[in-house]
């Protein structure tokens, strides 16, 4: 796999092909890649074959928080009454909500047509595939590219036990024609564990199923414990260290589901009746037919296309980026990789991509906000650690009644007095850390933390007001 593109003429518009750049997948890595190589004076087009915005903006990251915010008024209503609010005969309709939903969606597809279109850049509609070197097929006819770009993202993983052909994946979860009353979300990644608050919290009897000891692996130990006990509190069923043996249909539509549960050296194997199975455990590279083996271009075990340090593929002038290159699933990753390829290809601009320190959510509820290094992996890392944690009620709760806690913590280097993680666990929490991950990502010190006033009363000051070590 060569390391960068040798004698690289960055001028567009090369006529010896239809395109300068031809990307695959208008998601948001692709759209990105797209429009700022168009401004750059390139002739692009883009192949979707699904939706335009991707993932995130139909099957993610945008449906799911409408969802969380629809889902959390139910919480909310009955905060309100601490605070001298009464309602009667309140209602809850899924169907406004779903069909609202898309509609919205709907709206956004629109608004990225119109992005790429204002941008120059060509939209096809259909499946593109690569038939051989700067050449691809799309709907029956064949073009040519300078470079293109393999941007298709990821796909849900399906599960492999009897009678998975009954359970629903993350896409479907969308789209689903009723509420079930009672339902079991099969993972332990932040998509799971979001479903799972948002359906308990529409009024259905929800467990997790997780194979693992603890959900949200790679994240701070104490910041999993933390949310499990909130969702516990909330009414949320968590079954670890259980997997499903198989699900069987019975003519009413009831899925009778078998799981087995590892109790130490014994295991427990249990069935029980369900509406409902939806499975969140994980996702694959979206590759499959896409001509890869064409130009035989490197993949590793999971599907994922392998690029080097320039994005570029073991194929000279073909590209990847996103979802579908294994690295870091999360969409400002993918734009930001999309528009450091456009700059690089056609403005001869350096690709410096820094996957360091990088800030995410998980709209569980409460929320979760990280950014940096967790407990566990400063150690690995070799530092020499204080953390500094605060544990609180907060006070919008201390008139609502509802029992709910928040976490801030800390991780901070002895020797460099450097920030190296922060991690909450509350309302807003993802709105707070944005702000926190810019500090750290400037290499800020406990004591500039300790040296900025707090905004007072809130439960972001806490991030500023810690003094004192709790390890």
Not at 191 to 217: D, K, Q
Not at 221 to 228: H, S, Y
Not at 336 to 362: C, H, K, S, W
Request: glycine share 10%.
């Amino acid at each position: 796999m060569s390391e960068e593109i040798t004698n690289k003429d960055v001028s567009p518009k090369n006529p010896q092909f239809d395109y300068d750049l031809f990307v695959i997948g208008a998601g948001s890595g692709g759209v990105r890649a797209s429009r700022i190589a168009s401004q750059l004076g390139a002739k692009v087009a883009v192949a979707e074959d699904l939706y335009l915005g991707g993932t995130c903006v139909n099957v993610g990251c945008v449906p799911k928080k409408l969802f969380v915010y629809g889902s959390h008024f139910q919480e909310e209503f009955e905060a309100a009454r601490g605070y001298g609010w009464s309602f009667d005969n309140v209602q809850f309709n899924w169907q406004t909500l779903r069909d609202n939903k898309t509609q919205e969606i709907g709206r956004l597809n629109t608004v990225y047509d119109t992005i790429l279109t204002k941008a120059g850049v060509e939209v096809l509609k259909g499946r593109a595939t690569i038939s051989g070197k700067n050449t691809l097929r799309i709907n029956g006819a064949t073009v040519t590219a300078r470079y293109i770009l393999i941007a298709t993202g990821s796909w849900p993983a399906k599960p492999r036990y009897p009678g998975a052909e009954h359970t629903l994946d993350s896409n479907a979860f969308f789209y689903l024609e009723a509420l079930p009353k009672k339902v079991i979300i099969e993972g332990g990644g932040y998509i799971a564990v979001e479903f799972a608050g948002i359906l308990n919290s529409l009024g259905c009897e929800t467990e997790l199923v997780y194979r693992g000891p603890l959900f949200l692996r790679h994240f701070d130990g104490e910041v999993r414990e933390f949310i499990r006990d909130q969702m516990l509190k909330k009414g949320i069923k968590l079954s670890f260290n259980t997997q499903i043996q198989g699900i069987e249909k019975d003519s009413d539509g009831g899925l009778h589901v078998t799981s087995e549960t590892r109790l130490g050296e014994t295991t427990r194997t249990s069935v029980q009746t369900v509406n409902a199975v939806i499975t969140a455990i994980g996702r694959k590279p979206k590759t499959a037919d896409l001509g890869l083996e064409t130009l035989d271009i490197q993949q590793a075990k999971d599907g994922a296309v392998l690029v080097n340090d320039h994005f570029e593929t073991s194929a000279a002038g073909v590209f990847a980026l996103g979802d579908v290159i294994g690295r870091m699933q999360l969409t400002p990753v993918a734009l930001a990789e999309g528009m450091a390829l456009a700059r690089y290809l056609f403005a001869g601009q350096p690709i410096n991509m820094d996957y360091q320190n990088i800030a995410t959510a998980v709209f569980c509820q409460p929320n979760i906000g990280t950014v940096g290094l967790s407990e566990e992996s400063a150690i690995e890392k070799g530092h020499s650690i204080s953390v500094y944690k605060s544990e609180f009620k907060p006070m919008k709760h201390t008139l609502s009644g509802v029992d709910e806690r928040t976490l801030m913590k800390l991780i901070v280097d002895k020797n460099t007095d450097k920030v190296l993680g922060a991690h909450m666990v509350g309302p807003d929490a993802g709105e707070i850390i944005q702000g926190i991950a810019i500090a750290i990502k400037a290499g800020a010190t406990k004591a500039h933390f300790d040296a900025t006033i707090g905004i007072h009363p809130t439960a972001a000051e806490e991030f500023v007001t810690m003094r004192t070590p709790s390890a």
